[in-house]
């Protein structure tokens, strides 16, 4: 039996875009004579549909386009289909696995474990099942799972997140094959997790395993496909692109053979942090309706990566830097900007913000003189932001934000100043992690894109004179692993100090990311890369009390 | 026996802060001689707490303080406790209910029905207790519950959300007395349905119903306190204040005799509504630790009703309107909004934004002349957010925003212009509830504090001359009710046209707010007072399709 796997980009909301896409790779399965075309989780949706669910036409509309147009070409071709797609029952709204054959739906799979962590919000929209059938494929045995029904191994996982193992009970049915049809999410170190848990699952029922994964980017979330084939040795067979759209075929005869060619373990790289930026970076633009990009270009490293980013992300062609000095620019930032809009080969602007700097500093200053105060340093940013934003409005950009999140993190930054823009393409990316995007950068091209002068100079805002981030932070290397802490491991700050971090630090850190709170909920969207961002799987509270525990 | 009902406002997070204000009314209750004091859901954390509940510290720290301080108190007065507390079992978190007496944990009573709806998020760290048992106050019998576990009676309820009751499993043990442990935000229609299903409930189980709820703003949730005693008749003997924390009497024997005197039923109303948008104020500015606010009095509706209801709660001498004219401002509303503040006692500068503007046109525009375009709209609104942030920054104000939930919902509103601001005290209250708060404002000072000429003028943006908001929207008269329906009861576009509304109207509209979600990603916290506002209860994508369904 030949099985046909459709790793696919929908886009949330667009149904019928996303059946013409599904409707198009089952022709192209029926053309490679695949038996069963498979396809991800809520496919025609896209995931996360988010509160689209609670459109009762939406979900009407989904299911006739299911029954309309899906079920009759099963009919016609005698090809069976599996669908992720939402499913009402008794009032109650479940995530499913349809089985669509001969013009039938031959079976419905529900999801039992409905996560709620993070970014995921199942719990909101769905109901449990209480657990379902093994289904015949010819005289194979198989057990039809969706994304999270697999990930309670409880000799796997030492603090399992849910009660139940949806995948224990089905397999006292007797399984060869498990499919899982996925969504799910990039961030560093999933895909070591998930090559090292799915042979596990392989040996451990003595079945095989195809993990069918969601490809492309939904406002922040990137979803990096890399769909997998195990045999039931747990051998990999195959492993799908990370960034595009692919249909693979799979002969179920493979799969209970030793492998004679393996796929060697991925294990996550900045690479793969670099491609999962630009398709977030391609597909929010796309998803928009957007070509071109405006960004500011200060001379510093941040903006720099960001530009090399949607550079190769959007062509060169569609990125616009303005270079917009003041007087407290150094020397070479106005220089070293240019230098990597020529090496980047995108266009460039520059206009000074001297003038109205001025304008505002008589409007608002008694003495009509720089004071040099914190507002000061706002306005600067905020003029800034305010000629991007005209930009972006008059000629059709779509505005990049520059900012890393070590600086989101502790507040360093301004709010309608450079935290201004639709997509934040580093605001997953800590300080640290910036420099290897530019080392790594400059590596594949060979030569130093990003100017040497951009990666060696101290860190600076420049809106004051001879200004360096370290007066007011503390350096990268100690402030990037306390956030990692906090932010991505759920540290409590005494844990953090017990981890051998100075504690006057430790507790300056939290009390600034604490405080900042304001200003990441206006903040634009970024795409996430870390297992914790400051995006939709953040729920902190603003108004709070900054007591220490 | 005497129970005393302590209705607090908690600061989320600030746990020495609120165990402070905790011990302080136990005091006060053992001072009126009371026999058991209670205190409401997650009283010392405050509720929600979020992500905080990530941080193991966190609930240590909370234990800490009910085991080291609380509990002794109780062993030394030989007065209970009842409060709402985190508690972890096998791993698992809790929101539970901790009945606390002589010196120890006497019972503790885990919540079932976990909200993941709307605001409300609890599955993400609370796991579902399976219910609990009936504890005896003396001879009476007390079913100790918190907040949702009482919220899904069958009978009452047409589509109950989940499918278990604990308060029917707990009946079945003969309960007399329902104490309810509340943190429930308010949303019009709220009141009502409260003060119809508890009578209800009170008369199905005869049971008398002690409801006792959180008063007090935490971010955009606003908890309404009104909390609610009811004889087992399903009298009702008391109703506690909306907006102020207050320790109430209960005697257990005036709870199973007819009343004497009841309470009248209270009915959502623009009061209730005025009420809570004024503490809302007054706790964002008080728990992030603002005095003084600053706005921009453009001399239109909205800004006049911001400043109204901010001049009531932090006192008219903690506001300061600024005036912002530009070329295109119409003739009346500088004067207008002189006047407004003048009435409402508050201060206020003018401030021209011509020479800014006139900076960025020849900074910007190749011919140095404005071309009206919407660049220069959006370049307007963005000079006076730059001046109302610097006025912010340097004199420490936290800048209001002034703009309706009906601009905010198509869109029609700017980026890092009028959106900029700390708090939004109108962007859950729609363009039609404006106009009902201006003239129930004027009703009460008992003359047009808001002048009439405010109130009649048509609604416009002033960012072009002779501009009005109905050059671009449909009359709010018909906006408003398709807004209503499309975003708080959930009605698909098709069900909206169905009830008669214009079809044309109703997809531009819908369109409209799909497109806008951007905006709205980055905008700032506001005020909720409907079933579902654009805060944290929104959960919409920004990329996706504009199907209609």
Redesign the interface.
Known sequence: MRIAMAQLNP????????LRNVITHYQEGLEKKADLVVFSELALTGY?????L?????L??ERALIEDELIPLTAQSGVPIIIGANHRQN?RLYNAALFLEKGTIKSIHLKTLLP??DVF?E??YYTSSPGGQVEMLGNLPVAITICEDIWNDMSYFN?PLYDTNPLEKLSAQGPRLIINLSASPYHYGKHTLREDMLPFLAQKYDSAILYLNQVG???ELVFDGSSLVYNNRGELLYRGPVDREELFLVETADLFTPAELTVSPDRDSIETVKTILEMGTR??FA??GFKKAVLGLSGGIDSAVVAALAANALGPENVLGIIMPSPYSSRHSKEDALELAKNLGIKSRV?SIN??FN??I???NDQKNPVM???EE??QA??R???L???S??EGHLALVTGNKSELAVGYST??GDM?G?LAILSDVRKMMVYELAHHINKLHGKAVIPESIIQKAPSAELRPDQKDEDSLPPYKFLDPILELYLEK??????IIAEGHDEETVKRVIKMVDTAE?KR?????GLRISPYSFG?G??????????H?
Chains 1, 2 share one sequence.
């Open positions: 886009t949330i909301g667009a149904l019928e875009k996303n996360p549909p988010r509160d689209l609670n459109y009762k036409g939406f009407d509309k009032n709620y962590f919000d719990t909101r603090n980017a939904n406002d597909d929010y998803k928009t206009i003038e109205p304008t505002f008589k409007l608002l105060d914190l507002a706002n306005l905020r003029l932001g305010l000629i934003m005209q930009i409005n008059r709010l309608y201004a639709g759920n540290y409590s700050p005494s844990e304001y909920r206006q903040a634009a969207i939709a953040r729920r902190a509270p603003v108004a709070r009390g900054f007591e525990y």
